[in-house]
DNA sequence: TCATTAACGGGACTACAGTCCCTTTAGTGC
DNA sequence: GCACTAAAGGGACTGTAGTCCCGTTAATGA
């Protein structure tokens, strides 16, 4: 039950230099076998191999392959994205939708995803860090519905949260169930269904 | 490369009784411990042991957690539910909008979603397997939407398969990126954004 | 610059998932 | 009902992920 017990939490009273360097080692090692492997074959083993660090150190500070992904996602959460801004509700989805749809499609980042996602089903821990990462990344987003609104583009009451989530929702669904292509047209698509739907204020909260 | 190439295929040649039983006790089974403890955590032994099957015969089949949930979703693909006709675009969708929330909010259910999404991120057999089932789903309610179109409530060329997909979607990201609640408010609202999206011809397919 | 100690690293050890070989059981066709 | 054999079952074996012990390295603060 008690984490660390044994260990008294390395990485947190010196947080300097070596631990700090080892930390950013390990995660991009991490990143780089999730993306080619997935995450039921990520071995600590060979991520302390391609980090240059200990085997001892990686079961010691993170434990298992979710808390490893937990720690990366905490990364990942913090690696903020450009957001344009357009002055039209669409054009800011569309955006938006673009940006999702490449990070998906490219060959590192969408084999990385979908890894943690498949950590998030299995690790409560993990799971928790991929809802702050998408609760970030999200709230990123809101002030392009929130100006929509302002302008009287969109009805008052609608919820920033559900417009920005129902643009990225068709797409993970694209990646994760129904393996159809993740394109420029499917990102186009998935902006202009999200803007038609809070256009005709289906995302207006009670 | 060559599959089952020591054992020659077994459970083709003789279907008769023993092997079809043995067949069912196991995906029971394996269905029972994925929706349990999730895809990472699937041990073979302990299926055999819930199956009151040999360990060998498990690995003699299905070989790998993953080929096992492959064939799972096979026989998933087979369970066909029950689809409401309304007379109404909206109240279809919203039927299955509910349809697939009760599913992923139930107890067994909803893990045991999670669970084969993550085996379909680690092994392409599982990935199709899940393309096929989520194919044979929404072609069961596309023929709501084809109605939709017949009766001029939604524009020509509007492509079924997007407009129930959309439907799905935002649960699917509930239950697996976000953890925002699954309940009867999520799916009518989904309802109503893929219900808005088609009327204003976001999924008129070119 | 030097003592202190947090954190890293090497390597032996352990436990268990997955394999293999051989025996037993039960569908199939006569 | 009986011979034949496909498929299931038991149990020993093996490879490897994860643990543990103890020596080494390098931040920290005087």
Redesign the interface.
């Known amino acids: 039950m008690e984490q660390g017990s044994r260990y008294d939490q390395p990485g947190q009273t010196r947080p300097g230099g070596r631990t700090a360097r080892v930390r950013a080692a390990v995660l991009r090692a991490a990143g780089d076998a999730l993306a080619e492997h997935?995450?039921?074959?990520l071995d600590l083993a060979d991520v302390a191999r391609r980090a240059g660090v200990g085997r001892t150190t990686v079961y010691r500070r993170w434990a298992t392959p979710?808390g490893l992904v937990a720690d990366l996602l905490v990364e990942m959460a913090t690696e903020s994205l450009p957001r344009t801004e357009s002055g039209s509700l669409l054009d800011d989805l569309r955006a938006n939708a673009r940006l999702v749809c490449r990070t998906l499609a490219d060959p590192r980042q969408g084999p990385l995803f979908?890894?943690v996602?498949?950590a998030?089903?299995?690790d409560e821990d993990a799971?928790a860090a991929?809802?702050r990462f998408?609760?970030t990344r999200?709230a990123e987003w809101a002030p392009c519905v929130e100006q929509a609104v302002a302008r009287g583009e969109l009805p008052s009451g609608t919820d920033p949260h559900?417009v920005v989530?129902?643009v990225?929702?068709?797409l993970?669904?694209r990646l994760?169930?129904?393996?159809?292509p993740l394109d420029e047209?499917a990102a186009d698509?998935a902006a202009?269904?999200?803007a038609?739907?809070a256009?005709?204020?289906?995302?207006v909260s009670?």
Chains 1, 2 share one sequence.
């Open positions: 997935g995450f039921d074959r979710a979908k890894a996602i498949a998030a089903t299995a799971a991929l809802r998408y609760a999200i559900e989530a129902a990225s929702a068709p993970y669904y994760l169930a129904s393996g159809d047209a698509r202009a269904a999200a038609a739907a256009r005709a204020g289906a995302f009670p």
